[in-house]
């Protein structure tokens, strides 16, 4: 099983970055997927989510309105579109995979994107 991020770096305030995440070794369309990210000192903080089947998303409040999470079933990837970045989105950014019936769940390594000018 593999999460493979990939997208991020730095970017200036009001830029605009696009995360990805390419999974591998299970059922992607049956699994719902999520955007994490952390900051060093800090917990992980649940930025998007995106469930299968049916394709309903939901964000944290600091990202609605800048963020778009997506995926294509067929290619096995999952997105993040981050638009009108901000310094405090500096983090590491984690995919999650997690099965909607029985639990398991996978990690990605995480992806750094830094916003800075």
């Known amino acids: 099983v593999q999460l493979v991020e990939s997208g991020g770096g730095l970017v200036q305030p009001g830029g605009s970055l696009r995360l990805s995440c390419a999974a591998s070794?299970?059922?992607?369309?049956?699994?719902?997927m999520r955007w994490y990210r952390q900051t060093p000192g800090k917990e992980r903080e649940l930025v998007a989510a995106i469930i299968s089947p049916g394709g309903n998303t939901n964000y944290a409040d600091s990202v609605k309105g800048r963020f778009t999470i997506s995926r294509d079933n067929v290619v096995n990837t999952v997105y993040l579109q981050m638009n009108s970045l901000k310094p405090g989105d500096t983090a590491v950014y984690y995919c999650?995979?997690?099965?909607?019936?029985?639990?398991?769940?996978?990690w990605g390594k995480g992806t750094l994107v830094t916003v800075s000018s």
């Open positions: 999650n995979a997690r099965n909607g019936y029985n639990g398991v769940e996978y």
């Open positions: 070794g299970f059922t992607f369309k049956n699994y719902h």
